[in-house]
């Protein structure tokens, strides 16, 4: 009777602290519920070694056909490294764009995706990075695609832009370094080529180009929401958010987010999102090359039925057993 007698009373003030709150402050107890320690780290890739895991985790992409972005590189397997990043001595991914020729393009640069290794359906996802000067033309991107792609043409397979630098409107107002963005793409062709989908630009107050930043989606089965800099500012709002709670039919966002995605590293160079389709126009590369770092990318999920994970998941005591 004690115990139960505690217990509601326990409960009770709780009610009273919650209601006691300040909206600013409720909001800050539902973010902390919402990105607690409920997660659990299912996978991770950390780039400790001094290869990259191909076998389990990673697809080196070679093509120079521009990403249906008219971008200005070629994507090459020599352009995708594991090492040491000079300033903090982080082993990272490396991806490294290049002023270089190559069949007929005038830059390089590297792209890699888990598809078909590592795919899931809702959770955390984040991704720790160091990003290069992008100005002008480098277009640094960390993003997901449906996992039913390429046999769900683009956009039908759905493609989750968590974190994009580089856009025209960043080199026009001189803030390349704060100004990112979030966005999703989704739907079948249609009215000439148009398509739906939901874009959100942020001017971040400080810069995002001068050392490692964290970029996470909390994907559930209600919305996908975006955060810079989770670990250093818990309570912050994202600066994307969609709901995908809709009606489950063709065109809405809730028919092609309730499914697997993979996740997809690159560096582009010039192209539509810049708004730089002339090589004269890149000064990025104006010393021969840049490198965006990756200092670890990871997934969490809290073990729900509507959870789906495939892939190599961890075991022991930071992982599920």
Request: charged fraction near 25%; charge should be positive; proline fraction near 4%.
């Amino acid at each position: 009777m004690r115990k139960g007698y505690r217990f509601i009373n326990l409960a009770f003030l709780m009610l009273l602290f919650v209601s006691g709150l300040t909206a600013q402050e409720k909001r800050n107890v539902q973010h902390a519920n919402e990105k607690g320690d409920e997660y659990h780290l299912v996978w991770q890739d950390s780039f400790d070694g001094t290869k990259l895991d191909e076998a389990n985790h990673w697809n080196i992409i070679i093509n120079g056909r521009g990403g249906g972005n008219r971008e200005m590189q070629y994507y090459k397997r020599e352009n995708i490294s594991v090492g040491k990043e000079p300033v903090s001595g982080e082993n990272c991914l490396i991806i490294t764009a290049r002023r270089e020729n190559h069949f007929l393009k005038k830059y390089t640069s590297g792209r890699l995706s888990t598809q078909d290794k590592v795919s899931f359906k809702y959770g955390k996802i984040e991704a720790r990075m160091k990003l290069p000067k992008t100005a002008n033309g480098l277009w640094p991107a960390f993003w997901m695609l449906g996992s039913d792609y390429p046999k769900a043409v683009w956009p039908k397979c759905g493609e989750i832009d968590i974190m994009e630098m580089g856009n025209k409107n960043g080199i026009t107002q001189g803030i390349q370094d704060r100004y990112f963005n979030g966005a999703c793409h989704w739907g079948e062709r249609f009215n000439h080529g148009k398509y739906p989908n939901y874009a959100k630009s942020r001017i971040n107050p400080y810069c995002l180009q001068d050392g490692f930043h964290l970029y996470t989606l909390i994907w559930d089965e209600k919305a996908l929401k975006m955060y810079v800099d989770l670990d250093k500012f818990p309570t912050d709002d994202p600066y994307f958010e969609m709901p995908i709670n809709g009606k489950n039919e063709p065109n809405n966002a809730a028919h092609y987010f309730h499914k697997p995605f993979f996740i997809v590293f690159n560096l582009a160079v010039g192209g539509n999102f810049p708004g730089i389709r002339n090589s004269k126009e890149i000064t990025a590369l104006k010393d021969g090359e840049a490198n965006m770092y990756v200092d670890y990318v990871k997934v969490y999920q809290k073990g729900n039925m509507a959870e789906q994970f495939n892939g190599p998941r961890l075991m022991g005591e930071n992982g599920v057993k």
